[in-house]
């Protein structure tokens, strides 16, 4: 499967009409797989709470755009703050098992491949800070 630009675009164009601003580009066969593997197409104003994956580590490349990483401890004090951005070099962050973390989008047409042990499980109430 070719991976391009126009791929990009098209997930970017579904995270635009998405009330949510985000649409994922799944390239696992299915929410069971042991690896969930996907691009992230997020635009500006969409809503990533602080949250963990106590059962996995997660890693994000940033393939376009911006976002900045936010690394909080159980008290929502902010610990790191990082800007990706593949023009400034820093490209990705890797989440370790079980940290607190939050994405904010900085520039449209942001796309993220992201990585982490599947299956998929979505957050549980103790997984997301309030």
């Not at 994000?60 to 990483?69: A, D, E, N, T």
């Not at 098992?97 to 109430?125: C, M, R």
């Amino acid at each position: 499967m070719l991976i391009n630009q126009e791929l990009l675009d098209q997930v970017t164009d579904q995270a635009k009409q998405n009330p949510r601003l985000r649409m994922n580009y799944n390239l696992h066969e299915s929410l069971d797989a042991k690896a969930q593997r996907l691009f992230n197409a997020m635009e500006p104003g969409t809503v990533i709470p602080i949250h963990r994956h106590p059962h996995t580590a997660e890693t994000y490349i940033v393939v376009r755009g911006s976002v900045k990483i936010l690394i909080y401890d159980k008290n929502k004090n902010i610990l790191e703050t990082v800007i990706l951005n593949p023009e400034n070099g820093n490209i990705g962050y890797h989440f370790p098992k079980g940290s607190w973390h939050s994405v904010e989008i900085l520039e449209s047409g942001t796309v993220i491949f992201e990585v982490k042990d599947g299956p998929y499980t979505p957050f549980a109430q103790d997984d997301v800070l309030k």
